[in-house]
């Protein structure tokens, strides 16, 4: 079964400056995607970046990237310049690429992310 | 439509009372999840369908708790004899196919009172 793991279940940072979120994941597939999922407080979930895991090059949505290591089992998303419109939870999700019988798309616990003024 | 519409938005139901919770997903799309999230909590499994294969019940938490997906559509969340542990939002999502990413409906905010 895989699990995911966000250590961190809240955190803050000033507007224009840079923060990390930490995402690590364990499972016995080769091939999966890794997902960003972003919730503000209007609940709607919103897929902020995906990686495929067999591509070597970190994704990149503006912003938004994500520092990939496949051997680690790490997945970080690293946000730019912070906006206020940035304050949501955010979610580290997991899918096997071919996974047989276990396809379900499988959540961290999340982290509250704060942009302050 | 061009997203995935869940409906109602609210429902506060009396303890020991059946809800129905509906699912429209994107058209086209496969593949349909439900979840729910505790207040403050992650993302809890609950069933998915793919195309006309038999749906992954493994997430459904007792037998109080059934879904269908009718002509590989819309989908149903039944909740019966509804308890206070119940209150959650219900989150649905559908995808492509089941490997690729998922589209979040707004979620049905469901109160047991």
């Known amino acids: 079964a895989q699990t995911v793991t966000q250590s961190q279940p809240e955190m803050s940072v000033q507007e224009a400056e840079t923060v990390t979120l930490s995402c690590t994941y364990d499972t016995s597939e080769s091939n999966y995607y890794l997902f960003w999922y972003k919730q503000p407080p209007s609940r709607q979930m919103i897929l902020v970046i995906r990686q495929e895991a067999y591509k070597q090059q970190n994704a990149t949505e503006n912003r938004f990237s994500v520092n990939f290591q496949k051997a680690a089992k790490s997945f970080s998303l690293k946000i730019s310049d912070s906006q206020l419109g940035d304050t949501a939870m955010y979610f580290c999700a997991f899918i096997p690429f071919s996974g047989g019988s276990n396809y379900k798309l499988t959540f961290g616990k999340g982290t509250l992310l704060t942009v302050n003024p | 439509g061009a997203g995935v519409s869940q409906s109602p938005s609210n429902k506060v139901t009396e303890k020991g009372k059946d809800v129905e919770l509906r699912c429209d997903p994107i058209?086209?799309?496969?593949?349909l999840y439900w979840y729910r999230q505790s207040l403050g909590q992650g993302l809890e499994f609950l069933i998915y369908?793919?195309?006309?294969?038999?749906?992954?019940k493994s997430g459904l938490p007792s037998d109080r708790f059934s879904a269908e997906r009718t002509g590989g559509s819309v989908s149903t969340l039944t909740i019966q004899r509804t308890q206070q542990e119940d209150s959650a939002v219900y989150l649905c999502?559908?995808?492509?196919?089941?490997?690729?990413?998922?589209?979040f409906g707004q979620g049905t905010r469901l109160t047991v009172v």
């Open positions: 058209s086209g799309h496969t593949a």
């Open positions: 999502a559908s995808s492509l196919r089941l490997n690729t990413e998922a589209f």
């Open positions: 369908f793919q195309g006309n294969s038999a749906p992954d």
